[in-house]
């Protein structure tokens, strides 16, 4: 007992910096691997299987007489293409690169005398004689990116994203006169909605995942964008809550209606990443029918954002940002997917959508909450009518169209 | 966007197993015969001029433009082969008979059988087809077999001979396990055109590595003066998935695309034509706006057709003659257009 004291007596006038203490542990870690790197994991020996190749091939474009394949090296190992079969028969090819690190990717331009409609198979056989398989379920020739298609791509994303949402908050008028409780039950019908959101973004990334590159992260990239964006949206409803002071802000309901536009926006932007790339592989039709699907799907979209701010509506100026924000990210994510669309990052941003749509609906159960003897409830007949009606809604709209 | 699925992960992975135990091969103690050195510095020495590949589009079938394959590393180069023919080494018995002797080493090792593309192949003499072994009817044929390789093989050759010397594990000599060595003798009989393999289970994966080459016993009359070659149609599964990736004659895709086969002008062409595909079930073999006269087997001096495509299933063979009137390029080719543009077609150039 004595001697401990005395023991920290002596240590107490000495003691190093917290920093110092900090940065020690992480020296000696950095110390450990270097010197583990230097003497090339002694004891372990090499691996011993073989190369380990893996091609994802992430983008795929048709040029008159060529299919351009972008690939990354989805395996711990190097991989170098050095042929390549279309249908059956080896093909001359320029690769921009030579071989293919961890990771890196490299663009494959295949001299081919593809015809429309045909489907193709692109076999890669690497130096070992390893062979990667990539199907092309129907040849279509990919829109060049032109001023025209990105004009075009605008006008679609208008179409789907902003006009459809800019008409829903029209019933702003008719969520102000109505009585209390029909309001309650008219933000159940939006949580209904955004919950299907969250539901259809979430399956979607999940299937787009599975196309890309694993070793990036694959599935797992949904949730990381979807808990990226819960977490960011709660800071930053967090934020706006300290500048405003709770009462005020839950009072006029302003920043819930912003919230819910953003994530309506990073749902719109997973939409419009769908929508932009199918039309670029000519696996959509624009037509009417597409856009009146899209319309009534997002409408209700409209309706979600302007629930919360039926007692105190903001300026014109306001709800037109409001409508932007949660509707012209359709634009933004068709010219992405129609020229760019990489799985990898469609998964997350699917996922983020999804994320920002989980934080909305936690911050719009307070508005469904109905005062009883006891205390308060969020579920009860009326609201659950509500959050079902919103789940049937979008989910026949849902029926009106496919991407 | 796929991906490998498992199977093809596997299958990938397999080449580099083989490697890896050709590696742990370094100290096995068959030399390859002289033959087969020769051959080696005569093509590392002389190198051809340079190979320009080209690509497999509308106007000109073949790999990567660009790409080569490098037959020195290979050890063999698919024009060498053609003319080729391995005769051994005779010397007369007491009972005047002539006795003929060769030397064959089984190996492991990688071969490119498309630019850039290695497989792993297990080998007669280093190469793929093995020696055109040839003799002549009547003779007495010793051949030393000593197997270098990893794996077990035996030399089974087609021929009227006795059940012991027939290559075939369990019977006779049996299988020659790896730094063993065996002595196959029995007598050149039919003439005509046959072929040896290995013989060992599984028999698939041991013709498929390469273990093969043609035999030819000519006739005691012999035939007729002509420009001789021998191709063995041959294909090469590199994922490992039972399916050839590379279709060829005599193992390099395009090969005689790239350096087309010099014929003179109305000189007698014979070609000692070999099947031994693996995993499909026919080849063929057509030539452009020309026929041919067809000795199945080669076991009759007499053609049974004048034509201008045959089709023979794994084993089968056959002697083609045919002259040139024209001059120019004319293509020959498996008429399954499918192997054609996997690899198997090249071109004759008349001059």
Same mark, same amino acid.
């Given at each position: 007992?004595?001697?401990?004291?005395?023991?920290?007596?002596?240590?107490?006038?000495?003691?190093?910096?917290?920093?110092?203490?900090?940065?020690?542990?992480?020296?000696?870690?950095?110390?450990?691997?270097?010197?583990?790197?230097?003497?090339?994991?002694?004891?372990?020996?090499?691996?011993?299987?073989?190369?380990?190749?893996?091609?994802?091939?992430?983008?795929?474009?048709?040029?008159?007489?060529?299919?351009?394949?972008?690939?990354?090296?989805?395996?711990?190992?190097?991989?170098?293409?050095?042929?390549?079969?279309?249908?059956?028969?080896?093909?001359?090819?320029?690769?921009?690169?030579?071989?293919?690190?961890?990771?890196?990717?490299?663009?494959?331009?295949?001299?081919?005398?593809?015809?429309?409609?045909?489907?193709?198979?692109?076999?890669?056989?690497?130096?070992?004689?390893?062979?990667?398989?990539?199907?092309?379920?129907?040849?279509?020739?990919?829109?060049?990116?032109?001023?025209?298609?990105?004009?075009?791509?605008?006008?679609?994303?208008?179409?789907?994203?902003?006009?459809?949402?800019?008409?829903?908050?029209?019933?702003?008028?008719?969520?102000?006169?109505?009585?209390?409780?029909?309001?309650?039950?008219?933000?159940?019908?939006?949580?209904?909605?955004?919950?299907?959101?969250?539901?259809?973004?979430?399956?979607?990334?999940?299937?787009?995942?599975?196309?890309?590159?694993?070793?990036?992260?694959?599935?797992?990239?949904?949730?990381?964008?979807?808990?990226?964006?819960?977490?960011?949206?709660?800071?930053?409803?967090?934020?706006?809550?300290?500048?405003?002071?709770?009462?005020?802000?839950?009072?006029?309901?302003?920043?819930?209606?912003?919230?819910?536009?953003?994530?309506?926006?990073?749902?719109?932007?997973?939409?419009?990443?769908?929508?932009?790339?199918?039309?670029?592989?000519?696996?959509?039709?624009?037509?009417?029918?597409?856009?009146?699907?899209?319309?009534?799907?997002?409408?209700?979209?409209?309706?979600?954002?302007?629930?919360?701010?039926?007692?105190?509506?903001?300026?014109?100026?306001?709800?037109?940002?409001?409508?932007?924000?949660?509707?012209?990210?359709?634009?933004?994510?068709?010219?992405?997917?129609?020229?760019?669309?990489?799985?990898?990052?469609?998964?997350?941003?699917?996922?983020?959508?999804?994320?920002?749509?989980?934080?909305?609906?936690?911050?719009?159960?307070?508005?469904?909450?109905?005062?009883?003897?006891?205390?308060?409830?969020?579920?009860?007949?009326?609201?659950?009518?509500?959050?079902?009606?919103?789940?049937?809604?979008?989910?026949?709209?849902?029926?009106?169209?496919?991407? | 966007?796929?991906?490998?699925?498992?199977?093809?992960?596997?299958?990938?992975?397999?080449?580099?197993?083989?490697?890896?135990?050709?590696?742990?091969?370094?100290?096995?103690?068959?030399?390859?015969?002289?033959?087969?050195?020769?051959?080696?510095?005569?093509?590392?020495?002389?190198?051809?001029?340079?190979?320009? #590949?080209? %690509?497999?589009?509308?106007?000109? $079938? &073949?790999?990567?433009?660009?790409?080569?394959? +490098?037959?020195?590393?290979? @050890?063999?180069?698919?024009?060498?082969?053609?003319?080729?023919?391995?005769?051994?080494?005779?010397?007369?018995?007491?009972?005047?008979?002539?006795?003929?002797?060769?030397?064959?080493?089984?190996?492991?090792?990688?071969?490119?059988?498309?630019?850039?593309?290695?497989?792993?192949?297990?080998?007669?003499?280093?190469?793929?087809?093995?020696?055109?072994?040839?003799?002549?009817?009547?003779?007495?044929?010793?051949?030393?077999?000593?197997?270098?390789?990893?794996?077990?093989?035996?030399?089974?050759?087609?021929?009227?001979?006795?059940?012991?010397?027939?290559?075939?594990? #369990?019977? %006779?000599?049996?299988?020659?396990? $790896? &730094?063993?060595?065996?002595?196959?003798?029995? +007598?050149?009989?039919?003439? @005509?055109?046959?072929?040896?393999?290995?013989?060992?289970?599984?028999?698939?994966?041991?013709?498929?590595?390469?273990?093969?080459?043609?035999?030819?016993?000519?006739?005691?009359?012999?035939?007729?003066?002509?420009?001789?070659?021998?191709?063995?149609?041959?294909?090469?599964?590199?994922?490992?998935?039972?399916?050839?990736?590379?279709?060829?004659?005599?193992?390099?895709?395009?090969?005689?695309?790239?350096?087309?086969?010099?014929?003179?002008?109305?000189?007698?062409?014979?070609?000692?034509?070999?099947?031994?595909?693996?995993?499909?079930?026919?080849?063929?073999?057509?030539?452009?706006?020309?026929?041919?006269?067809?000795?199945?087997?080669?076991?009759?001096?007499?053609?049974?057709?004048?034509?201008?495509?045959?089709?023979?299933?794994?084993?089968?063979?056959?002697?083609?003659?045919?002259?040139?009137?024209?001059?120019?390029?004319?293509?020959?080719?498996?008429?399954?257009?499918?192997?054609?543009?996997?690899?198997?077609?090249?071109?004759?150039?008349?001059?």
């Amino acid at each position: 007992m004595e001697a401990r004291t005395a023991t920290r007596e002596e240590t107490g006038p000495g003691r190093l910096p917290a920093w110092l203490l900090g940065l020690i542990p992480l020296l000696l870690i950095a110390s450990a691997v270097a010197a583990f790197a230097l003497l090339d994991g002694p004891g372990l020996g090499d691996r011993t299987g073989p190369p380990v190749e893996e091609l994802a091939v992430e983008r795929t474009e048709l040029h008159p007489g060529e299919i351009e394949l972008s690939v990354r090296n989805d395996g711990p190992d190097e991989v170098v293409v050095s042929q390549v079969i279309v249908n059956d028969g080896f093909a001359d090819f320029t690769s921009s690169k030579d071989s293919l690190g961890r990771l890196d990717s490299a663009k494959l331009a295949v001299r081919y005398p593809w015809t429309e409609g045909s489907a193709y198979n692109v076999r890669i056989v690497t130096s070992t004689g390893a062979t990667i398989d990539h199907e092309i379920p129907v040849a279509v020739e990919t829109p060049e990116s032109d001023l025209g298609f990105y004009g075009l791509m605008a006008l679609l994303g208008f179409y789907v994203g902003v006009l459809p949402v800019t008409l829903g908050m029209l019933w702003l008028p008719f969520v102000r006169r109505i009585d209390p409780r029909w309001l309650r039950v008219l933000m159940a019908l939006t949580i209904g909605l955004l919950g299907f959101l969250a539901i259809d973004a979430t399956i979607e990334g999940i299937d787009v995942a599975a196309g890309g590159s694993q070793a990036l992260g694959g599935t797992a990239l949904v949730f990381v964008g979807g808990i990226v964006a819960y977490l960011l949206l709660t800071a930053v409803e967090a934020w706006l809550q300290d500048r405003k002071g709770t009462d005020a802000a839950r009072r006029d309901g302003s920043h819930v209606a912003l919230l819910v536009a953003i994530a309506i926006g990073l749902h719109n932007l997973g939409e419009g990443l769908a929508i932009g790339s199918a039309y670029a592989v000519g696996a959509l039709a624009l037509g009417a029918f597409l856009v009146i699907g899209f319309a009534l799907h997002n409408t209700t979209e409209g309706l979600a954002i302007v629930a919360p701010v039926a007692s105190r509506p903001p300026s014109l100026a306001r709800l037109a940002l409001l409508g932007v924000i949660a509707g012209a990210p359709a634009i933004l994510g068709a010219w992405i997917g129609a020229s760019a669309f990489n799985s990898s990052l469609a998964a997350l941003l699917l996922g983020a959508g999804a994320g920002a749509i989980v934080q909305v609906i936690q911050q719009l159960v307070p508005t469904i909450r109905e005062r009883t003897a006891t205390g308060q409830r969020a579920l009860y007949p009326a609201s659950v009518a509500g959050i079902l009606a919103g789940f049937a809604i979008l989910y026949a709209t849902s029926l009106l169209i496919s991407v | 966007m796929t991906r490998l699925s498992r199977r093809r992960m596997l299958a990938s992975l397999a080449p580099a197993l083989g490697a890896g135990a050709v590696a742990k091969l370094g100290g096995v103690n068959f030399a390859p015969p002289a033959s087969a050195q020769d051959a080696h510095e005569h093509t590392t020495t002389a190198p051809r001029p340079p190979v320009h #590949g080209h %690509g497999n589009t509308p106007d000109h $079938p &073949g790999f990567q433009t660009g790409g080569s394959v +490098d037959h020195g590393a290979n @050890g063999f180069h698919p024009t060498e082969l053609l003319r080729d023919f391995d005769h051994g080494k005779t010397r007369r018995l007491a009972s005047g008979r002539v006795l003929r002797e060769w030397e064959l080493v089984a190996n492991d090792g990688d071969i490119e059988v498309a630019p850039g593309v290695k497989f792993p192949a297990w080998t007669y003499n280093g190469r793929i087809p093995g020696p055109a072994l040839r003799a002549r009817e009547g003779e007495r044929l010793r051949i030393r077999f000593g197997n270098g390789s990893a794996h077990p093989h035996t030399i089974h050759f087609h021929g009227i001979h006795p059940a012991e010397m027939d290559g075939l594990p #369990g019977v %006779g000599l049996g299988i020659v396990e $790896p &730094g063993k060595a065996v002595t196959y003798e029995f +007598d050149a009989d039919p003439f @005509g055109l046959h072929l040896y393999h290995c013989h060992v289970n599984p028999l698939a994966e041991h013709i498929a590595r390469g273990m093969y080459g043609a035999f030819i016993v000519d006739p005691k009359e012999g035939r007729p003066e002509a420009d001789e070659q021998v191709m063995v149609m041959n294909g090469f599964d590199t994922n490992f998935d039972l399916e050839n990736e590379v279709y060829a004659v005599n193992t390099v895709g395009f090969a005689y695309m790239n350096d087309p086969i010099r014929v003179r002008q109305n000189e007698l062409v014979r070609i000692y034509l070999v099947n031994v595909l693996e995993f499909d079930q026919i080849n063929s073999f057509h030539v452009h706006a020309n026929f041919f006269d067809y000795f199945p087997t080669g076991t009759s001096l007499e053609p049974v057709e004048f034509t201008d495509t045959i089709m023979q299933c794994q084993g089968q063979r056959g002697i083609l003659e045919l002259r040139f009137p024209h001059k120019g390029k004319f293509m020959f080719h498996a008429h399954q257009s499918e192997f054609a543009q996997l690899g198997w077609m090249g071109l004759f150039e008349v001059g």
